[in-house]
């Protein structure tokens, strides 16, 4: 079983900049890729980011240029840096960890932007 702890949410104005962290309970980017996703109140859950286990890094159209995904293995975290952030980047951020056989998800952290 695979714990993760996301942190590093809060409020901050338009253009502002935030890092997000997932934190798992052990060495697991050899066998897991990770991802990032967001939901807004009312709306359905989006795919923000993900990191294969090979490092490939991919993220949505509406964040490209803005958000990076990236990993620390000697941590056993993976990072989320947003920066630009927009009123509609507002949603509580989970990290997610798979594999073909398990899915593992954090509790989740808020994002709030407002000026």
């Known amino acids: 079983q695979v714990q993760l702890v996301e942190s590093g949410g809060g409020l901050v104005q338009p253009g502002g900049s935030l890092r997000l962290s997932c934190a798992a309970s052990?060495?697991?980017?050899?066998?897991?890729?990770v991802a990032w996703y967001r939901q807004a109140p009312e709306k359905q859950r989006e795919l923000v980011a993900k990191l294969t286990m090979g490092g490939y890094a991919t993220v949505a159209d509406s964040v490209k240029g803005r958000f990076t995904i990236y990993r620390d293995s000697d941590k056993n975290t993976v990072y989320l840096q947003m920066h630009n952030l927009k009123l509609e980047d507002t949603a509580v951020y989970h990290c997610n960890l798979y594999s073909d056989d398990e899915d593992y998800w954090g509790q989740g952290t808020q994002v709030t932007v407002s000026s």
């Open positions: 052990g060495s697991v980017f050899s066998i897991y890729a």
